[in-house]
Nanobody
């Protein structure tokens, strides 16, 4: 059974940083495009960032471009989301998931069925 596990969430002040980690159980993450999603209370889930398998190309939502960085470490079978300059509107439960790829093997914000359980990120002073 494919499983993803997120960690690294918590409480941060506005302008602060957190790093989320997504690790897998039962399969090698380096064979999959991985996305980070978030869902705030009362809002729909949205794609935040994704990383492809080919050349590790990345994609970001406009709301996080320039503040968040996605990366992967194949040796540790992990994908990270470095979040800097956090804002209160970044408060949400963050999930990692396997995602589909499209043109030129670019990752997408369409999941392919494997999700983690989520980790809470709260940005507040």
């Amino acid at each position: 059974q494919l499983q993803l596990v997120e960690s690294g969430g918590g409480l941060a002040q506005p302008g602060g940083s957190l790093r989320l980690t997504c690790v897998s159980a039962g399969f090698s993450l380096n064979r999959y495009a991985i996305g980070w999603f978030r869902q705030a209370p009362g809002k729909e889930r949205e794609g935040v960032s994704c990383i492809s398998v080919v050349h590790d190309t990345t994609n970001y939502a406009d709301s996080v471009t320039g503040r968040f960085t996605i990366s992967r470490d194949n040796a540790k079978n992990a994908v990270y989301l470095q979040m800097n300059n956090l804002k209160p509107e970044d408060t949400a439960v963050y999930y990692c998931a396997t995602v589909l790829t499209g043109v030129k093997a670019m990752c997408s914000f369409i999941d392919s069925g494997t999700w983690g359980q989520g980790t809470q990120v709260t940005v507040s002073s």
